[in-house]
């Protein structure tokens, strides 16, 4: 059974760009969620979506987006990057509540 | 709001000791506890999930214990190995969010 998978694995940004990240769940999960991982600020909760409604938001601007797809895929939108959107991006599927993760976007903005 | 600790924040032990790591939380209105482990740069493995009715989970030489009423949860490694080195981060899960802890870094030295 395949597991979360997140594309790119990494990406180069210049600032004010916008980017667009991927994750294709575990088949069968209808739940994504949406973390930013920063050495400072460690897990922050972006959004999460469930049967393509966003369920759950985070407290980020609204240069985060996201959308689900009618086949479960997520993508998330960062808009007019900036220097501190530097991070880890992860994405998370479940089922019922167990939560399994890809392996992550890397996202340096210079 | 809820809020996630772990303690300590870093650990560096002799292979083959048993150890602890802690975690506590805020609110006591749980729906599951998640064990992850984290290497350096990827994404979270999740290790045991406690739903709120029980009181542990066991795999392999790690325990996971959860006591809802004074809202800990802790997870006993066994007989630990330079293997283990990573974070580990705990997180809880109620009402679609969850919320993690800032993690414990485990060096195990050989």
């Known amino acids: 059974k395949a597991g979360v998978t997140q594309t790119p694995r990494y990406l180069i940004k210049t600032r004010g760009q916008q980017v667009t990240l991927s994750c294709s769940p575990i088949?069968?999960?209808?739940?994504v969620s949406w973390y930013q991982q920063t050495p400072g600020q460690g897990l922050q909760f972006l959004f999460e979506?469930?049967?393509?409604?966003?369920?759950n938001k985070g407290n980020f601007p609204g240069r985060f987006s996201g959308r689900q797809f009618s086949n479960s895929r997520s993508e998330m939108n960062v808009s007019t990057l900036e220097l501190g959107d530097s991070a880890l991006y992860l994405c998370?599927?479940?089922?019922?509540?167990?939560?399994?993760f890809g392996q992550g976007t890397r996202l340096t903005v210079v | 709001k809820q809020e996630v600790t772990q303690i300590p924040a870093a650990l560096s032990v002799p292979e083959g000791e048993n150890l602890v790591l802690n975690c506590s939380f805020t609110d006591s209105a749980i729906y599951n506890l998640q064990w992850f482990r984290q290497d350096p740069g990827k994404g979270l493995t999740s290790l045991l999930l406690?739903?709120?009715?029980?009181r542990e989970q066991t795999s392999g030489r790690l325990n996971a214990s959860l006591d809802k009423s004074s809202g800990r949860s802790t997870l006993y490694i066994a007989a630990s190995q330079p293997g283990d080195s990573a974070t580990y981060l705990c997180a809880v899960y109620n009402n679609n969010d969850m919320r993690f802890g800032a993690g414990t870094r485990l060096t195990v030295k050989p």
């Open positions: 406690i739903q709120s009715s029980q």
């Open positions: 088949s069968g999960h209808r739940s």
């Open positions: 979506y469930f049967s393509e409604t966003q369920r």
């Open positions: 998370a599927s479940s089922l019922h509540t167990e939560a399994f």
